[in-house]
């Protein structure tokens, strides 16, 4: 009984030691099996990442050579105008902004990751350059986009949108048209060439012309965008790239016009036609006051339309004529990348004293009708017109200005009331030309006519003709004050015709050349 248990327990033995290496052999073959099926499951992209991002060092520079720089690619598409500060000199841009660069470590052969050729990763995985832009003044609301683009030969791509708030050196001396250059300098804030060089994505051509995405229906027009690449140093031995995009725009001036430059036309049209308001009614001086007055109103209110700078104004608020040079802020690229021209600047900034020029004509044309209002005014003591100024007023300019002669009076002195009472007789009722009253009764007597009516009579007769004689001599002057005012009359008349026409021509002169100029700034 004993043996036969023993018996058993060896045979199962043998068994159990045949059959283990079996079951074991199996188990490994099953396991590695499912490994197997469960890493050939994972998605290429992931291998593909975990390829390239496992022993990758974001805080070294990806070159194998030290040496050798990593030359970063650049470019910008300007989409939109947001705003122009001319006050604080700023100026809001939102531009599309690309760079690619080659990283030596971000490489892989497409065949052994199912022929993937691009891979887009997250931008704090990998070395990113030290690019920004030198305007820079705030940070702008630009999305965060957290992923670049990879190719399979260790090109890196990233495309981000940027608002960009930048300083810019406004020039708004041409206002409302004005010009505007403002510049984009990129450039590697710590790494000088020998590490990071800088150089443009596309052609320059291709960049100034590139409007395509542009908003067209601001204010500001786009020009264009010209490029230019510089090396600088600050020490002796640092040398740094940096790569300029000149954005070239320009105002549109329709609704200034409308608002600004129309309404004073007007005024000044006004002006002109109270020329034709009598000079001696006195309605013109209270009219030109009445628009001097308007026209000041207007002033204040354009003041706040017009922008202004902590270094002056816009010569379209200017108080003095000047000439203009070409803009300070015109600061263009080398010449074979440049193309876009700056407007032709006059001799004479029109626009700066176009407010100014106005308000003088006014002022002249008050002052023109008060001295001819104070001419033609009429006065008992006025005295008679000069004989050169009757002359010269009435025969020579009104001869130049096509009047014709103007008709002239030609008085003579009237005799005085006492050289008319000399001859009326102190006692008698009767004037004699031929003598006094002695004469006239000793002819009488001679004659033995009747004698002379009383006393009494005589003295009343006297009288009387005394007061005929004043009547007359008063009738005579006011006659002759009436002549001197009609005379006085002519000549402000024929001065007012020259000095209108002299007026209505340097308005015309005025008003020709800044049509001129402004059709010269707007489609140059």
Request: proline content about 7%; some cysteine; overall charge neutral.
């Amino acid at each position: 009984m004993g043996s036969s248990r023993t018996m058993l327990l060896w045979v199962l033995q043998a068994l159990l030691a045949l059959l283990l290496p079996t079951l074991l052999t199996q188990g490994e073959a099953r396991r590695s099996g499912g490994l197997q099926t469960h890493n050939t499951s994972r998605p290429a992209l992931q291998k593909l990442s975990d390829h390239l991002l496992t022993n990758y060092r974001k805080d070294v520079r990806p070159v194998r050579d030290w040496r050798k720089p990593t030359t970063v690619s650049i470019d910008v598409i300007v989409y939109a105008i947001l705003s122009v500060d001319e006050k604080n000199q700023v100026l809001t841009t939102y531009i599309w902004y690309r760079q690619y660069w080659m990283d030596e470590f971000l490489q892989w052969n497409p065949e052994d990751f199912d022929n993937i050729t691009k891979l887009s990763i997250p931008t704090d995985s990998i070395w990113v350059p030290d690019i920004l832009i030198n305007e820079f003044v705030d940070v702008g609301k630009s999305p965060d986009i957290p992923y670049v683009y990879v190719r399979h030969h260790g090109e890196v791509q990233n495309y981000k949108p940027l608002q960009v708030v930048t300083a810019c050196s406004l020039d708004i001396y041409n206002f409302p048209f004005d010009v505007q250059n403002c510049s984009l300098t990129f450039t590697s804030w710590l790494h000088n060439i020998q590490d990071i060089n800088i150089s443009l994505w596309r052609l320059p051509e291709m960049v100034k012309s590139d409007k395509s995405v542009f908003m067209n229906q601001g204010e500001w027009e786009l020009l264009g965008v010209l490029t230019q690449f510089r090396e600088f140093s600050i020490e002796s031995n640092d040398c740094y790239a940096e790569m300029k995009f000149y954005v070239v725009i320009r105002r549109r001036p329709l609704f200034y016009v409308v608002s600004l430059l129309l309404p004073s036309i007007f005024l000044m049209v006004m002006d002109i036609v109270g020329f034709y308001l009598p000079p001696e009614s006195g309605e013109r001086v209270s009219f030109k006051i009445t628009l001097l007055l308007g026209y000041s109103v207007f002033l204040i209110i354009v003041s706040d339309t017009l922008p202004a700078t902590a270094i002056g104004t816009p010569l379209i608020g200017k108080v003095f004529l000047g000439k203009l040079g070409v803009a300070r802020n015109w600061r263009m690229a080398p010449s074979h990348l440049l193309c876009v021209c700056p407007p032709p600047t006059p001799l004479l900034g029109c626009t700066g004293v176009y407010f100014v020029v106005c308000m003088a004509l006014l002022v002249i044309s008050l002052a023109e009708t008060i001295f001819i209002v104070r001419l033609v005014h009429k006065q008992d003591l006025q005295q008679p017109v000069p004989v050169w100024l009757r002359h010269v007023v009435l025969e020579k300019v009104a001869l130049l200005l096509c009047l014709g002669e103007q008709p002239a009076s030609h008085r003579h002195p009237a005799p005085s009331q006492a050289t008319k009472t000399d001859d009326c007789t102190d006692v008698g009722n009767h004037c004699s030309p031929l003598g006094g009253p002695r004469d006239s009764d000793k002819t009488l007597r001679g004659r033995s006519n009747p004698p002379p009516p009383p006393r009494e009579a005589s003295l009343a007769v006297r009288g009387l003709l005394q007061e005929l004689a004043s009547i007359r001599h008063f009738l005579e002057k006011r006659e002759e004050s009436r002549e001197v005012a009609r005379d006085w009359l002519r000549v402000g008349s024929v001065l007012d015709r020259l000095l209108f026409r002299i007026y209505l021509l340097a308005v015309l002169a005025y008003s020709i050349t800044l049509v001129t100029l402004w059709s010269i700034w707007q489609y140059s």
